[in-house]
């Protein structure tokens, strides 16, 4: 079965540092998810994507996030320098096209920040 | 007031009792997502529901749209069904249809 994948599983990085967190969704799929969860926390929405375009950010999704489709199977997020309060578990989803259709989750990366 | 509501928050049950988990929302979705979360991290959708009634192996979930209220209901519970259950739910005014995302449920089954 399809399933959506991500890279690392978990990463550990010093404040101020650039990490790029790597989603692989499932191939047929349209539309591409960031979510993230603090620890304790529920899980939070940070940025959708479509047809190679942002489609929604939340007030999380600042300057310092960004995302992209470097090629027709990866997306990806960047955190141009990280705080101590990025430390979470963010999770990648995908879709097909449609309204409301089932979201597919990949295992999810733990972001440790030092 | 959260978008979303599930209760109750925790949940011990001994092993072959019947729970329910509710899940209640204020705003407008297309469906109704129920996830599971493990302990270590990972989120499984169980299911995704916009009308009646839906059933896989032990595990049953309803929604009423009108009322805005579905429950996750498992039978015959098992130590292996312990995890978060989370509902959720894709918000029809937004143009990527992002999820809204209910606390969570820690579900506890005891042997």
């Known amino acids: 079965e399809p399933e959506v994948t991500q890279t690392p599983s978990h990463q550990v990085t010093q404040m101020g540092q650039e990490v790029i967190l790597r989603c692989v969704p499932i191939?047929?799929?349209?539309?591409f998810y960031w979510y993230r969860q603090i620890l304790g926390q529920k899980v939070e929405f940070l940025v959708s994507?479509?047809?190679?375009?942002?489609?929604?950010k939340s007030e999380i999704f600042d300057d310092q996030f960004s995302v992209e489709r470097p090629d027709g199977s990866n997306f990806t997020l960047k955190i141009r320098s990280t705080k101590l309060e990025d430390s979470a578990m963010y999770f990648c989803?995908?879709?097909?096209?449609?309204?409301?259709?089932?979201?597919?989750f990949g295992p999810g990366t733990r972001l440790t920040v030092l | 007031k959260n978008e979303v509501e599930q209760s109750p928050q925790n949940l011990t049950a001994q092993e072959g009792e019947f729970i329910t988990i509710n899940c209640s929302y204020s705003?407008?979705?297309?469906?109704l997502h129920w996830l599971q979360q493990h302990p270590g991290g990972g989120i499984v959708s169980l299911f995704m529901?916009?009308?009646g009634k839906k059933k896989h192996g032990r595990l049953i979930a309803t929604i009423n749209i009108q009322e805005k209220h579905s429950s996750l209901h498992i039978t015959a519970s098992h130590p292996r069904d312990s995890a978060v259950y989370i509902c959720?739910?894709?918000?029809?005014?937004?143009?990527?249809?992002?999820?809204?995302f209910g606390e969570g449920t820690q579900l506890t089954v005891n042997p």
């Open positions: 959720a739910g894709p918000i029809l005014e937004t143009s990527g249809s992002r999820l809204t």
């Open positions: 191939s047929n799929h349209l539309y």
């Open positions: 705003v407008g979705i297309s469906a």
């Open positions: 994507f479509y047809n190679n375009e942002i489609s929604e």
């Open positions: 529901l916009s009308s």
């Open positions: 989803a995908s879709r097909l096209a449609g309204v409301g259709g089932t979201q597919y």
